[in-house]
């Protein structure tokens, strides 16, 4: 072995000490926490081996399958709507235009602020006393103040989505606006000249730079839409929540830390397939070719 090469592994051997205390060590101790029974209400039976019951009591559990679907409602509408305004936002924003620079900056600020403060802050928007109501009313699109918090479980969930895309829109705004930098202007320039409206610009020249930042922005903001806790633990009261707040209930609400890790590794099996989906069905590309007659 050559003597950068040793050097290089001794360099890594921090950072993979990190990682094998702050990730591996969990990770491995929540699988053997999810196949043992661990209730702090009943310590005679800490650590006896009982196999998948974590997992058949989390499957069969009352809350499951409510919860399973308004966490697949709220990760399909929030993945598309964020993915869909960040490319529009973003191509209207790297165009050149008076007062460019502000907009860029205004649009930044939902992204600095907390998650609990910005689940709270849409909460109170959304009461009978929020600001919703005081603007329709005085405008009569509505007769009286409506309570919108109390109108269904996934109607609560579509709001929940709105305060999810106004935090994390900034961001991928961001990523996608500093990946237009790399689409050439004298592409899109030969482009327009062979007669290539906007959208045959943007399908085959602009989205093909872009397309690997999609990917991986759609699978960051699924991954998050599935594990997401404080926006919706605040905008619920917290009463009920998405998947995750149920491994957060069971563990540290019922002290049953053998059904919260199930669980939790249920959820990271579900992370990873759902990446896995969106990889398949967006692959990133590093050849791109480029055609302006539509077939």
Known sequence: MKLQERTGI?????????????????FSYAIYLSFVKYVIFEPQNIGKWIGLKNYAGVLTSYYFSEAVLNTLV??????????????GVSLALNEQFKGVGIV????????AIPSASAGLMWRWIFHSYGWINKILVPLGIIH?????????????????????????LPFCVVILMATLQ??????????????????????H??????RIAVVI?????????????DVVYVFSGGLWGMISYYAFSESFLLGDFGRGAALSIAIGITILFV?????????GQKIYRYSFVEA
């Open 217 to 229: 922005l759609a699978a960051f903001q699924a991954m998050l839409a599935i594990t997401v806790y």
């Open 104 to 111: 860029r900056f205004l649009i930044l600020i939902p992204w």
């Open 74 to 87: 709220f990760t399909v509408l929030s993945v598309v709507t964020i993915i869909i305004l960040a490319i």
């Open 205 to 210: 020249v602009t989205f093909p730079f872009i």
């Open 10 to 26: 001794l360099m890594i051997i921090p950072v993979l000490m990190l990682v094998g205390f702050f990730t591996i060590y969990p």
């Open 144 to 168: 009286e103040s409506i309570y919108f918090l109390g109108r269904g479980r996934l109607v609560e969930v579509f709001l929940i989505m709105i305060a999810q895309v106004w935090q994390q």
């Open 275 to 283: 990446i896995i989906v969106i990889l398949r069905v967006l692959p």
């Open 182 to 203: 790399l689409v050439p202007k004298e592409l899109l320039d030969s482009a327009q000249v062979d007669g290539a409206n906007v959208w045959q610009r943007f399908r």
